[in-house]
């Protein structure tokens, strides 16, 4: 995850402390590292009902509070929120940290922190949750062909911003193709690596799938500007449209 990633500033963060100097530094700090949802509170009270409004990734949360202490805001903040809980706190004994991530707490930071260590430890927070959870992808490429667009992340083909309706089989051609732009490929690598089996009566297979494939993406499917056909050879996508 990078600072502008949109994993990152997706995530609602709630702050919990009485402390307006730390509640403004943390909240710049974590800004600049790619949060944008960052919401604060100063008592306990107040804490509660902005957690059930906001419905956080995270909380902050400090121990000692004008109201509820951070312990009794922890438990009644578990009747209705399994997110990950940090606790802020001036002390250090050890009795404090057992107590609080004993009544559901996932760390605990004794004051004074460095706000981007905290920033940091969130991050990595997250990462673990998307890699437990097996969200964390591999991220692969969009192409982009004039006003056609393959996102293959998302297994989604536009034209003129319209969603391309396609089969699997005409996805995976598309795909192969349009992924080695300008690469002639003959009807036997086709139909070996799209269908992935011998390529006998493979001809008039490849043939309808380019057909419809046409009629679905180029503006003229008899005068077709990307997916051309090479005389004897095969097919191929074009980087360039040929009235380009």
Not at 39 to 54: F, H, K, N, P, V
């Amino acid at each position: 995850m990078n600072e502008s990633s949109p994993a990152l500033s997706a995530r609602r963060i709630v702050i919990i402390d009485d402390e307006p100097d730390i509640t403004d530094l943390l909240a710049t700090v974590l800004q600049k590292e790619g949060f944008r949802h960052i919401y604060t509170a100063a008592t306990g009270e107040a804490g509660i009902s902005l957690c059930r409004e906001q419905q956080p990734d995270i909380i902050i949360l400090d121990i000692m509070l004008p109201d509820l202490d951070g312990f009794a805001v922890c438990q009644q903040l578990r009747q209705f929120s399994q997110v990950p809980i940090f606790f802020l706190s001036a002390k250090n004994e050890d009795i404090d940290k057992i107590i609080g991530l004993g009544i559901g707490g996932d760390d605990y930071i004794t004051k004074p922190f460095s706000p981007k260590e905290l920033a940091y430890r969130i991050k990595a927070r997250f990462r673990r949750d998307l890699m437990l959870s097996g969200m964390i992808r591999e991220q692969r490429p969009v192409y982009e062909y004039g006003n056609i667009h393959i996102d293959e992340n998302k297994g989604e083909v536009t034209r003129n911003s319209e969603p391309v309706g396609l089969t699997a089989k005409e996805y995976k051609l598309l795909l192969l193709l349009a992924s080695h732009p300008d690469q002639i490929f003959s009807k036997r690598q086709l139909y070996r690596n799209v269908w992935e089996e011998d390529d006998r009566g493979s001809d008039n297979v490849i043939m309808v799938h380019i057909r419809h494939l046409r009629e679905k993406l180029e503006e003229d499917p008899s005068n077709p500007q990307r997916l051309l056909t090479v005389r004897g050879i095969g097919y191929k996508w074009t980087s360039r449209s040929r009235e380009s």
